[in-house]
């Protein structure tokens, strides 16, 4: 397997203080095809979450100065989302057990006499339930933002048939798309040829000067070749994905962000 590869199918990573048993976990693991990560300590554990997501942390109970429910409350004080995970523990108590699953353990396995045979079946389902969760999680995402998006655009067609006066729509329409469709901002530019630009007629949400410092015209230029200008200048809709990468955002790119 490949660096890239290993870097593109994610990682295991083992937390566990005992270097020993750190080692044969490793090896046993090492069959998922997954590269294999350990951590020794709570703040190794701690550093290596705030940049990377395991694919599966396998997370020992018990470390010399707190056990893994305080560490799995570390990470949330400090705002990391924590990874899916196994607890393993040498204390054979149903309590742990239970509390392990409501802490959001996949599962809970026991260092006994049969600990290290359990081991790779346990977290191979372990991958594959993290798997489904992951897949749910994306399609229960999927519906809400449908939903947002549809309630968006019946509170527009009811405007449109309600509000007579332009100024007073496009205005209700910035409104609609932030309380509504869950949008940050949204705003309006109507063209000017005479004065050569794009002038914001309204907008809502969180704006903090955005409008009144940059500057888009009509005419051919660097300042015209982004969403606004290419929507006017086509007539088609015209969408940015990533502000911090497209070159059309060039222009406008530091304000925007």
Not at 62 to 69: G, H, L, Q, V
Not at 78 to 87: A, T
Not at 160 to 189: H, P, Q, S, T, Y
Not at 214 to 240: C, E, F, H, Y
Request: aromatic share 8%; net charge negative; charged share 25%.
């Amino acid at each position: 397997m490949t660096k890239e590869e290993t870097q593109e199918s994610g990682f295991i990573l083992i937390v566990e203080d005992d270097r020993g048993t750190s080692e044969l976990e490793a090896l046993r693991l090492e069959f998922l095809g997954l590269e294999i990560r350990r951590a020794s300590t709570p703040a190794e554990t701690l550093e290596i979450l705030k940049s990377a997501r395991p694919e599966l942390m396998v997370l020992d109970y018990s470390f010399p100065d707190m056990n893994a429910f305080e560490l799995l409350a570390g990470l949330k004080a400090n705002s990391i989302p924590v990874p899916p995970f196994i607890m393993v523990t040498g204390r054979g108590d149903e309590t742990v057990a239970v509390e392990s699953m409501k802490a959001g353990a996949l599962d809970y396995i026991a260092k006994d006499a049969s600990f290290l045979e359990n081991l790779l079946p346990t977290a191979k389902k372990a991958l594959e339930k993290a798997a489904l969760q992951f897949k749910l999680k994306k399609a229960e995402e999927g519906q809400r933002k449908n939903l947002r998006l549809y309630n968006f655009l019946a509170h527009v067609n009811l405007a449109a048939a309600r509000e007579k006066d332009k100024n007073r729509l496009f205005a209700e329409i910035c409104a609609i798309a932030v309380n509504a469709g869950g949008f940050r901002m949204a705003w309006i530019g109507v063209p000017d040829r005479d004065i050569d630009r794009v002038y914001p007629a309204c907008s809502a949400g969180f704006v903090d000067g955005y409008l009144d410092s940059i500057r888009v015209t009509l005419s051919d230029g660097p300042s015209s070749k982004g969403p606004t200008g290419t929507a006017i200048a086509t007539g088609r809709i015209t969408m940015v994905s990533d502000i911090s990468t497209d070159p059309a955002m060039e222009p406008w790119r530091v304000k925007a962000l």
